[in-house]
């Protein structure tokens, strides 16, 4: 794979209505747009409002800008729009990222991760327990209660059932607000459209946890997670206070949303396909000694593993991965200009019927084999942790949490009477659109 631009050919452009014309068919139908845009080849640029973009749709191109040509690409410059997390690991870059992620990276090594099993399963099985006795739940509201709770046991040492509200109200406002399109990002945060005002009550709730949260917290206290770690980082000078809080937004952010979201999709899935339903329910049975699952069962759940292998690819809860470049590069045989808008589309590759056969279909069994993916399929053709040096840092602590969650609610209940058609939204997520009302009982 070349670096050098040559004299590659210029990607392919899709023509559209000028300035609003591709994000009106984005918002339409973001599965057809993309569609639409595979049409023209595996490179191919577009625009939207006034941002030159391009889209890679080739595993090969992908993992090219990800991992072989990671240091031509920068994260967007979003920061117009998510102030918020301008400073945090997700949208810095250059030195301040890496300085960012050496000093994090510890708390998401192996072992660490691992001293977060019992609370992830203890937590999962009091929640099964409330979901069991409740008349009925409506799954995204109780998944990212559950997964705020294990974020702020693990890495805040808080219970987190007391910010709740307002985590999920800045939450929402950063979900809202990096959904849009770059379009609607282009307006100013100080014009106080109905939009920016939700953002900024939402970011101001979120603020007023953290000022909490830092008030708290002694830069002496001898506990070793997150934030513990950013108050000494600040007390060394090693973080400004600017940098604390946008670490601190991107974890309450990042950290619970995304696990959240691919929870509920794969409880509804379950609901959905009593078959799949039951051949989790005979291997939890067989493998977890008590009624949880623990860290040293996990090796044994490899149909636990395959139904989430199957979530993510489905519902990748990272909708997409954005980048900028800051120069004319080639990717995948054609030259991209400087300052182009960068996407790399999950939702879109994860459902290209060339790597996937009958892809819009919910089918754990594709993974049968687990510890050996088809030969023939690229590896970049699967990705809901990105890749590369920039490889979500959370990734090792979102699939034990998800392991641990499925199969201990799969022990405990049975998720019954749920919606026969769930739309699946696109936005910086891949979302149910709507509530997702279902009633879960407990296995006799
Ligand atoms: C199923 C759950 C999750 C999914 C699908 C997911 C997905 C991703 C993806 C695709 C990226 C790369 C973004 C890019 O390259 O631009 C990313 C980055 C990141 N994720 Fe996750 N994530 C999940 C859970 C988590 C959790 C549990 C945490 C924290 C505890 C977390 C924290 C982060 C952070 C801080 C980054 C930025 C890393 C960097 O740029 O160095 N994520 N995530």
Not at 286 to 311: C, F, H, K, N, S
Request: hydrophobic share 40%; aromatic share 8%; net charge negative.
């Amino acid at each position: 794979m070349s670096r050098t631009t040559g004299d590659a050919p210029l990607a392919p452009k899709r023509s559209g209505v000028p300035l609003v014309g591709s994000a009106v068919a984005f918002a339409r139908d973001p599965y057809d747009f993309y569609a639409d845009l595979a049409s023209h080849g595996d490179v191919v640029r577009f625009s939207m409002g006034t941002y030159d973009m391009a889209t890679v749709l080739h595993p090969d191109g992908i993992e090219q800008v990800l991992v072989d040509d990671f240091d031509r690409f920068r994260k967007p410059d979003l920061a117009g729009g998510v102030d918020a997390l301008a400073d945090g690991l997700l949208l810095s870059d250059g030195e301040q990222w890496r300085r960012q992620r050496t000093g994090l990276q510890p708390l998401f090594y192996r072992e660490r991760v691992e001293t977060y099993a019992e609370t992830m399963a203890t937590y999962a099985a009091a929640a099964a327990d409330e979901w069991a006795a409740a008349d009925g739940v409506e799954l995204s509201e109780a998944t990212s209660a559950y997964t705020l709770r294990v974020l702020g046991k693990t890495l805040f040492g808080i219970d987190a059932d007391e910010y709740r509200d307002a985590v999920r109200a800045g939450a929402e406002a950063i979900l809202e607000r990096t959904s849009q399109n770059p379009v609607a990002t282009e307006i100013p945060q100080w014009v106080p459209t109905p939009a920016n005002r939700r953002y900024e009550r939402g970011i101001e709730r979120l603020d007023a946890v953290i000022d909490e949260l830092l008030a708290e917290r002694d830069p002496d206290s001898d506990r070793e997670d997150l934030l513990s770690l950013l108050v000494e980082m600040g007390s060394d000078g090693d973080l400004d206070e600017s940098e604390i809080r946008s670490q601190l937004v991107t974890f309450l952010f990042a950290g619970h949303e995304t696990t959240a979201t691919a929870l509920t999709w794969a409880l509804a899935e379950l609901g959905r396909n009593p078959d799949i339903a039951e051949r989790l329910h005979a291997e939890v049975d067989g493998v977890l000694e008590g009624d949880r699952a623990t860290l040293a069962d996990l090796p044994d759940l490899t149909y636990t593993e395959q139904v989430l292998r199957e979530t993510l690819r489905r519902y990748p809860p990272a909708a997409a991965i954005f980048r900028e470049t800051d120069e004319p590069v080639t990717v995948d045989g054609y030259r991209i200009p400087a300052d182009t808008f960068l996407t790399l589309p999950q939702f879109h590759v994860h459902t290209d019927e060339r790597w996937w056969a009958d892809p819009l279909e919910f089918d754990p069994s594709r993974w049968d084999d687990v510890d050996d993916p088809p030969g023939d399929r690229p590896e970049y053709a699967y990705f809901p942790f990105g890749g590369g040096p920039r490889h979500c840092i959370g990734m090792r602590f979102a699939r034990m949490e998800l392991r641990l969650a499925l199969a201990t609610v799969a022990k405990r209940c049975r998720i019954v009477d749920v919606p026969d058609d769930i739309a699946v939204a696109v936005g910086s997520t891949v979302h149910p659109d709507g509530p997702v009302e279902v009633t879960l009982e407990h296995r006799a």
